[in-house]
């Protein structure tokens, strides 16, 4: 069976680790976080960074950062991970779901305006398949209606949107490590914050509602109860890995684009003769190979080929179903209005398996098979 995902591994993972525990320094904010940050400060102009546990931490900080509540609306894709919705929903904030463009699973930014009230307090854009989202003309609305923007960029790692990095762009963003990512540290996340003034209360949230960062530096005596908080750091460990792994991003990035360009060119045939959807980059749009998939007509389509490859044993796996339909949202809300391209993402969209250690005769094999169905 050839599996949907196997975590890369740079060989140096170990050795860092080992570093960790010979600094003697395994708790969080420790020399490995700070090289991590500024590695990620530096190579892409983020403001401030901050290690989390996971993206999902990094959003729910980002929820505090808003103080987002119950009389806050806050617009959302419905094609998304649990994540993105979930650290706006512990908030008690009503979620409002903005539908899939037509072309692609982001979100249509033609059909944001709408659904702006007087309420709405932020628009959460989330760059599916590190395929950047329409940025000009989002930061474009936020700015017209003083609405905060948040990226999940879970996916975005090392994608541009023109020339800016992903994460760059918004208010706050959000960046995942978990071990699906280009970039891993098994669980791990990153909150990257663009916006000065969150900076300090930011760094009190993520060290348990306390100033003891500004202790550590030596700005403050003692460290003291300043605010709500929570646990949002990892340690020097999962902080060493990432390490490991940043030094190799340029080669991981190059290594994945060479698999999905083969994927690409390899099924084009297929779209040209109407069998089949590719992934459409827009041209303002960078690709970091975060994932390759391919969409089909129908559902039953989808549910066939997925069949096909699995009987040629190979693991391909669908995405997100439409957070508007799911159970918890329609038990809290009732009925929502009609996505119908999230629908149709969450019906259609196969993922392939992608990741540096797939062989070429993996690769080859795949494309065989899915040339085959057709
Ligand atoms: C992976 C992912 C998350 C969650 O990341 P964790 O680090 O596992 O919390 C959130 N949003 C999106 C879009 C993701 O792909």
Redesign the pocket.
């Known amino acids: 069976m050839i599996k949907f995902n196997k975590p890369y591994l740079t060989g140096r993972e170990g050795v860092f680790i080992q570093e960790a525990i010979e600094n003697n320094r395994l708790s969080g904010n420790g020399p490995f976080t700070a090289k991590c940050q500024n590695f990620f400060e530096q190579r892409y102009g983020f403001k401030k960074t901050l290690l989390t546990q996971?993206?999902?931490s990094a959003l729910e900080m980002a929820a505090l950062l808003m103080e987002c509540g119950p009389e806050d609306e806050i617009i959302i894709p419905s094609y998304?991970?649990v994540?993105?919705a979930n650290a706006f929903a512990l908030r008690g904030s009503k979620l409002v779901f903005a539908d899939s463009n037509p072309y692609n699973p982001n979100i249509d930014a033609e059909k944001i305006e709408p659904l702006i009230t007087s309420k709405t307090k932020a628009i959460v854009i989330?760059h599916y398949a590190g395929i950047s989202c329409d940025m000009g003309k989002i930061m474009e609305l936020a700015k017209a209606y003083n609405l905060f923007v948040i990226e999940?960029a879970?996916?975005g790692v090392d994608s541009f949107y023109r020339e800016r990095p992903l994460g760059s762009i918004g208010h706050l963003a959000a960046f995942?490590?978990?071990e699906?990512?280009n970039i891993i540290s098994g669980?791990?996340?990153m909150l990257a914050i663009n916006d000065e003034k969150f900076v300090k209360r930011a760094e009190i949230l993520w060290e348990k509602g306390t100033n003891r960062s500004a202790f550590f530096r030596g700005e403050v005596d003692k460290y003291n109860w300043i605010d709500v908080g929570s646990s949002f750091l990892p340690s020097e460990l999962t902080a060493a890995f990432l390490w490991a792994q940043l030094q190799e991003l340029d080669e991981i990035q190059s290594m994945r684009k060479v698999i999905w360009n083969f994927y690409f060119e390899s099924l084009l045939p297929l779209t040209q003769k109407g069998k089949l959807i590719l992934p459409v980059l827009p041209e303002f749009a960078s690709n970091n190979a975060h994932l390759f998939y391919v969409v089909t007509k129908s559902h039953e389509q989808y549910l066939a080929l997925v069949a096909h490859l699995k009987a040629n044993e190979i693991q391909a796996v669908f995405h997100y179903l439409s957070l508007h339909k799911s159970p918890y949202i329609v038990n809290k809300y009732g009925v929502q209005p009609e996505l119908p391209m999230s629908d149709f993402f969450g019906s259609n969209l196969l993922r392939l398996p992608l990741y540096p250690s797939l062989t070429h005769n993996q690769q080859q094999k795949i494309v065989r098979s899915v040339l085959s169905f057709f």
């Open positions: 996971s993206c999902t998304t991970f994540s993105t989330v999940d879970a996916q995942s490590f978990h699906t990512k669980e791990g996340g």
